[in-house]
């Protein structure tokens, strides 16, 4: 029963084509009741590209698709053409905007891969009147610290990509002994009905001739990206398909720079009849040269590529942003999420773009459910109850990656208890080897219920003691051993009905840090 009705939603993007069926109308009685055009200077934001006519679906769209908050009203602030070349001043007046068009969110699903002090003030002055904003974490990833602003102001909730419930969200594993390899499937790549078990051969760049003398009968084949022959293109699919011929059962190609990658087997100028044949996967360049070194003796290695909805994407920008507070908050669905496009057209898209629309329709149903909820507890309350996600070997994803978790829609709407903030960072030393931090509590009923309090941290060392009054759970850590680095930890709060998480960074260094 509850669909947005009553919320305002701005969406700062390309504009939004609202000739579109399902976004029809512009104005007061329409879907999309104004906005301005930042690119045209003139005030008919109309979308000439289609990225802020895919996010406005995945928001509120109210036709043949069905948006997370259908009954939703947008505003749409067009500060794009193209939605990657795009003015920071031209957001910054765009926020400004909203502010003053008193709308209940701000949807940002584009920024700049750098720091913007501006641009960071102008969303933390959203926020003070009241304004949840929410922005795309960006699509820098895998490498680490690659949110730009606005996504990494401490004020907005940062959403990173995951996968979703359709069969193309697949992963891979790669083991040789005891170590775990992190692999990525290329696009393109299909999953196993069952592991590969095989030796691994190393066959240079993976052309015809660097095959020629390999018996690659039933091996996993390790080649490098790239080619060491100046001006020379071989496509990922030329290097599949020689090793498919060659009779290798699958093939991994390692980064010619530092880092992993995602890659693609399809591309323009592929053969019309081509085919992918074997997985083809991408690996990192340190963990394709280690590997190679260990190929002088036969090593076997075992190689799975299956199905997992939750993973986060490897497109997704990483945190950390800052050494005091954990960036993304959380992060949702963002690859092959169907949308409405220009034209009265419909498209698959990918990217934390289309992930933070999901959150931005959640945030408008907690709104219409709870209008007086604050920005700082309306982020509480989606990044507490997300569902814990992990990487293809099981292991829950460090906070830079995914923040808090996969946004629970079912478990943040009927959730009871806000818990502010939602994320603690400790800085211990050895010359300060304890500190107090404290979570406001609130119950949205009113009646807070007694809590169980649980902490876990896989390192020794590190002492937890907690004491609840007067709405405040006060958190001490203690250092019992002497240990220097960096280490998660996670907070379960349970009140009978709900499992509330709040992830812990603890930094322990040489010299004290004391901050405010």
């Not at 693609?264 to 040269?289: C, F, K, Q, V, W």
């Not at 169980?452 to 405040?472: H, M, P």
Request: charged fraction near 20%; charge should be negative.
């Amino acid at each position: 029963g509850f669909e947005g009705e009553g919320i305002k939603i701005a969406v700062i993007d390309t504009g939004i084509d609202y000739n579109h069926p399902d976004l029809f109308g512009f104005g007061l009685d329409g879907k999309v009741v104004g906005g301005y055009d930042y690119v045209d200077n003139d005030k008919e934001p109309l979308d000439t590209n289609g990225h802020g006519t895919e996010v406005a679906g995945i928001i509120a769209a109210n036709g043949v698709l069905k948006g997370v908050a259908p009954k939703a009203k947008l505003i749409a602030y067009r500060v794009s053409s193209t939605g990657e070349a795009v003015s920071s001043d031209f957001i910054i007046e765009a926020i400004h905007r909203a502010i003053e068009d008193q709308v209940d969110i701000i949807n940002i699903s584009l920024g700049v891969n750098k720091t913007n002090d501006d641009l960071d003030n102008a969303v933390r002055e959203a926020v003070k009147h009241g304004i949840v904003v929410v922005a795309a974490a960006g699509n820098n990833g895998p490498g680490i610290g690659t949110i730009g602003s606005p996504a990494k102001s401490i004020s907005a909730l940062t959403v990173g990509a995951s996968y979703n419930n359709i069969t193309s969200s697949l992963v891979s594993t790669f083991e040789v002994g005891e170590k775990q390899y992190q692999i990525l499937p290329m696009l393109g790549t299909s999953a196993l009905s069952e592991p590969i078990t095989a030796r691994v051969v190393f066959g240079g760049y993976g052309r015809v001739h660097d095959l020629d003398n390999l018996d690659l009968k039933d091996s996993i084949l390790l080649v490098e990206r790239g080619s060491d022959v100046k001006g020379e293109t071989i496509y990922f699919s030329e290097k599949e398909h020689n090793a498919a011929q060659g009779g290798a059962k699958a093939i991994i190609v390692y980064n010619n720079e530092p880092g992993i990658f995602f890659g693609e087997l399809a591309h323009p100028n592929a053969d019309s009849n081509y085919y992918p044949t074997i997985p083809a996967l991408s690996m990192s360049r340190d963990d394709g040269i280690a590997l190679k070194e260990v190929l002088q003796n036969e090593t076997i290695a075992k190689l799975n590529v299956f199905y997992h909805p939750d993973f986060v994407t490897p497109f997704s920008s990483r945190g950390p942003v800052s050494p005091f507070y954990i960036k993304p908050d959380l992060v949702a669905p963002g690859v092959f999420v169907n949308s409405t496009l220009t034209g009265g057209k419909y498209n698959l898209t990918s990217g934390t773009s289309f992930a933070a629309p999901h959150v931005s329709g959640a945030v408008a149903l907690l709104l219409e459910k709870n209008p007086d909820l604050m920005p700082s507890e309306v982020a509480s309350i989606l990044s507490t109850t997300a569902d814990l996600v992990s990487d293809s070997y099981g292991n829950i994803f460090p906070v830079e990656i995914s923040g808090s978790g996969r946004v629970n829609l079912t478990k943040a709407f009927s959730a009871d208890m806000i818990i502010v903030p939602h994320n603690l960072v400790f800085n211990l030393s050895l010359e300060k080897p304890f500190e107090t931090k404290s979570l406001r509590l609130k119950s949205i009923q009113g009646i807070m219920p007694p809590l169980e309090v649980e902490f876990s941290l896989e390192e020794s060392g590190i002492k937890f003691e907690y004491s609840l009054e007067n709405g405040l759970l006060n958190v001490k850590l203690s250092l019992t051993e002497e240990k220097l680095g960096g280490f998660e930890g996670m907070l379960t709060l349970y009140d009978g009905k709900t499992r509330y998480h709040v992830p812990i960074l603890i930094h322990i260094t040489k010299g004290a840090i004391n901050t405010t």
